[in-house]
């Protein structure tokens, strides 16, 4: 089992910036992928970014190439998202997932793909 915990989500302006973590715990050296997916009000969840074995492999969703950032401090079992130039569509509730299975790093933007999920953290973007 793993656990996940996401942290680092608030209210900002269309432009600013916010960092998430998902501290994750338990058997963490049995997962392959890990991946930042959203849901906003009366949407299905997307993937935003996902990364398999430490950065071997990463995924971005168009919407927010170039704008986030995934990565992951084994050393403190935490995977980030570095979220800038935030705009209103980027609003959600931002959930941290990991996949036990090698295969998930051909669809490291598929939520079925993933079997561990944390509670999530609110973005909350204004304009």
């Known amino acids: 089992q793993v656990q996940l915990v996401e942290s680092g989500g608030g209210s900002v302006q269309a432009g600013g910036s916010l960092r998430l973590s998902c501290a994750a715990s338990?058997?963490?050296?049995?997962?392959?992928?890990m991946g930042w997916f959203r849901q906003a009000p009366g949407k299905e969840r997307e993937g935003v970014a996902g990364?398999?074995?430490?950065?071997?492999?990463?995924w971005y969703a168009d919407s927010v190439k170039a704008r986030f950032t995934i990565s992951q401090d084994n050393a403190k079992n935490t995977l980030y998202l570095q979220m800038n130039s935030l705009k209103p569509e980027d609003n959600g509730m931002y959930y941290c997932?990991?996949?036990?299975?090698?295969?998930?790093?051909?669809?490291?933007?598929?939520?079925?793909?993933?079997?561990?999920w944390g509670q999530g953290t609110q973005v909350i973007v204004s304009s």
């Open positions: 338990g058997s963490t050296s049995s997962t392959y992928c």
């Open positions: 997932a990991a996949a036990a299975a090698v295969w998930c790093q051909a669809e490291l933007g598929t939520a079925s793909k993933y079997d561990y």
């Open positions: 990364t398999f074995t430490g950065g071997s492999i990463i």
